[in-house]
């Protein structure tokens, strides 16, 4: 028997591969990445636009502002760290727990850049006379909480964090003599500490939220003991998704199939389209051809789509490698349409007819086998790819029962279709 195994390249952005801790699926945390990322400029922006434009256009306001490091440092020090952190984030190979937690860090220096920007001046400080009402601080807080999810907890210490940033600012300012401002304890509290414990209690509570949201997300993407980690692509009846067993952490590839393919005239699933995948993810797993793409299981969901679960290759198909490199050599097509033949000449003899034979269903890829005879490796393999929707099973349809015939499915690329099996009048 022949032994094979599918070179897969790790990505460096691979959360499985680094054991993340989430409870997000793998795209909801490269969405959350990009996300820090535009918030990170969009932060800058503001930031410019709010603490810094307002002081250049006027003789008298820009000597002032430029004339104290207290009236420009803090800003410019917040956009520079900005545009490092939207840089830094935009590297593909910043793992995302790493992200993830500058995130966290960047949502507490911004938060103490802003109280500074806000306060660090005594002669605007001692103009409030007390009251001070809310700093953008808070809406900062609440606005990153909810753009950039992240485990209620870590959102919680990490706002804790962040609202600190405007009593403690003040607190030093008062400590240091540095203003005449005198605050009494009492009023520090409620004006200072209490309004901002409010604005931690909104901002986790909408943590919670998105939080519980993305884990929603993840349940419902189990499927059996794999879990969906990307969609790798989709097509007229189903969707790719790279996938992860739970226990065996083995990488594997899993065909949806669209549950309206499958529907009866009252909107159930059938019980004919049943019986009917099973039979044919069943002969399916029992082809042994070295090209063939390995069956690994089977099953239906729980809206009624059925999925198959297959060995995840790396490479590209066939379709692609025209569109990308031009027409192949000879020599190499009559390569590789020997193993097509092969693949196609074993499901043919175990009842199974491919019905949709075009250049984006053979995949091609660095596939290592060795042979019991010989021991010799050859490189490089194709695969090809016989899923539900191009194969059918070769079950005599007049040796079944009325109850048990199924209609003639018309299916396959049209441009690959022979004529002679159009339906009529087409």
Same mark, same amino acid.
């Given at each position: 028997?022949?032994?094979?195994?599918?070179?897969?390249?790790?990505?460096?952005?691979?959360?499985?591969?680094?054991?993340?801790?989430?409870?997000?699926?793998?795209?909801?945390?490269?969405?959350?990445?990009?996300?820090?990322?535009?918030?990170?400029?969009?932060?800058?922006?503001?930031?410019?636009?709010?603490?810094?434009?307002?002081?250049?256009?006027?003789?008298?306001?820009?000597?002032? *502002?430029?004339?104290?490091? $207290?009236?420009?440092?803090?800003? +410019?020090? &917040?956009?520079? @760290?900005?545009? %490092?952190?939207?840089? /830094?984030?935009?590297?593909?190979?910043?793992?995302?727990?790493?992200?993830?937690?500058?995130?966290?860090?960047?949502?507490?220096?911004?938060?103490?850049?802003?109280?500074?920007?806000?306060?660090?001046?005594?002669?605007?400080?001692?103009?409030?006379?007390?009251?001070?009402?809310?700093?953008?601080?808070?809406?900062?807080?609440?606005?990153?909480?909810?753009?950039?999810?992240?485990?209620?907890?870590?959102?919680?210490?990490?706002?804790?964090?962040?609202?600190?940033?405007?009593?403690?600012?003040?607190?030093?300012?008062?400590?240091?003599?540095?203003?005449?401002?005198?605050?009494?304890?009492?009023?520090?509290?409620?004006?200072?500490? *209490?309004?901002?414990?409010? $604005?931690?209690?909104?901002?986790? +509570?909408? &943590?919670?939220? @998105?939080?519980? %949201?993305?884990?929603? /997300?993840?349940?419902?993407?189990?499927?059996?003991?794999?879990?969906?980690?990307?969609?790798?692509?989709?097509?007229?009846?189903?969707?790719?998704?790279?996938?992860?067993?739970?226990?065996?952490?083995?990488?594997?590839?899993?065909?949806?199939?669209?549950?309206?393919?499958?529907?009866?005239?009252?909107?159930?699933?059938?019980?004919?389209?049943?019986?009917?995948?099973?039979?044919?993810?069943?002969?399916?797993?029992?082809?042994?051809?070295?090209?063939?793409?390995?069956?690994?299981?089977?099953?239906?969901?729980?809206?009624?789509?059925?999925?198959?679960?297959?060995?995840?290759?790396?490479?590209?198909?066939?379709?692609?490698?025209?569109?990308?490199?031009?027409?192949?050599?000879?020599?190499?097509?009559?390569?590789?349409?020997?193993?097509?033949?092969?693949?196609?000449?074993?499901?043919?003899?175990?009842?199974?007819?491919?019905?949709?034979?075009?250049?984006?269903?053979?995949?091609?890829?660095?596939?290592?086998?060795?042979?019991?005879?010989?021991?010799?490796?050859?490189?490089?393999?194709?695969?090809?790819?016989?899923?539900?929707?191009?194969?059918?099973?070769?079950?005599?349809?007049?040796?079944?029962?009325?109850?048990?015939?199924?209609?003639?499915?018309?299916?396959?690329?049209?441009?690959?279709?022979?004529?002679?099996?159009?339906?009529?009048?087409?």
């Amino acid at each position: 028997m022949n032994e094979h195994v599918t070179l897969v390249h790790p990505d460096a952005r691979d959360p499985a591969a680094r054991a993340i801790s989430s409870g997000f699926p793998v795209d909801l945390l490269n969405q959350s990445a990009g996300r820090l990322r535009v918030l990170a400029l969009l932060y800058a922006f503001v930031f410019f636009m709010a603490g810094i434009f307002p002081a250049l256009p006027f003789p008298a306001d820009r000597a002032r *502002f430029l004339g104290s490091f $207290v009236q420009w440092g803090p800003s +410019v020090i &917040a956009i520079g @760290v900005a545009l %490092l952190v939207a840089s /830094v984030i935009r590297s593909p190979r910043l793992p995302l727990p790493t992200a993830m937690n500058l995130g966290l860090a960047f949502e507490i220096a911004s938060s103490y850049a802003i109280a500074a920007a806000e306060f660090a001046d005594p002669m605007g400080l001692e103009m409030h006379s007390g009251f001070m009402g809310l700093s953008w601080v808070a809406v900062w807080v609440v606005l990153f909480t909810v753009v950039v999810p992240t485990a209620p907890r870590r959102a919680l210490l990490a706002a804790l964090a962040s609202v600190s940033s405007v009593p403690v600012v003040i607190g030093l300012l008062i400590a240091s003599g540095t203003t005449s401002l005198r605050i009494a304890p009492a009023q520090f509290f409620f004006g200072l500490v *209490f309004p901002y414990l409010l $604005v931690v209690g909104m901002a986790y +509570v909408g &943590a919670r939220v @998105v939080y519980y %949201l993305g884990t929603e /997300v993840k349940r419902a993407r189990e499927l059996g003991s794999y879990r969906l980690e990307e969609k790798l692509g989709e097509g007229g009846m189903g969707e790719v998704w790279r996938a992860r067993h739970r226990m065996l952490a083995r990488p594997a590839a899993i065909k949806l199939i669209r549950p309206s393919f499958a529907r009866d005239g009252r909107g159930a699933v059938s019980e004919e389209a049943v019986r009917r995948f099973e039979r044919e993810a069943q002969v399916i797993a029992r082809l042994r051809s070295p090209p063939t793409v390995e069956l690994f299981d089977f099953g239906m969901a729980a809206d009624g789509a059925f999925y198959y679960v297959m060995e995840l290759l790396d490479g590209l198909d066939a379709d692609s490698l025209l569109r990308r490199f031009g027409p192949t050599p000879p020599e190499r097509a009559i390569y590789l349409l020997r193993q097509v033949c092969h693949s196609l000449s074993e499901a043919q003899s175990c009842g199974l007819v491919h019905r949709d034979i075009k250049p984006a269903n053979i995949f091609i890829c660095r596939r290592c086998w060795i042979s019991a005879l010989s021991g010799r490796s050859t490189t490089p393999r194709i695969r090809t790819r016989c899923t539900r929707g191009s194969t059918r099973s070769k079950v005599r349809r007049r040796s079944l029962p009325p109850s048990r015939r199924w209609e003639p499915i018309w299916t396959g690329a049209p441009t690959f279709m022979r004529p002679a099996v159009w339906p009529t009048g087409s």
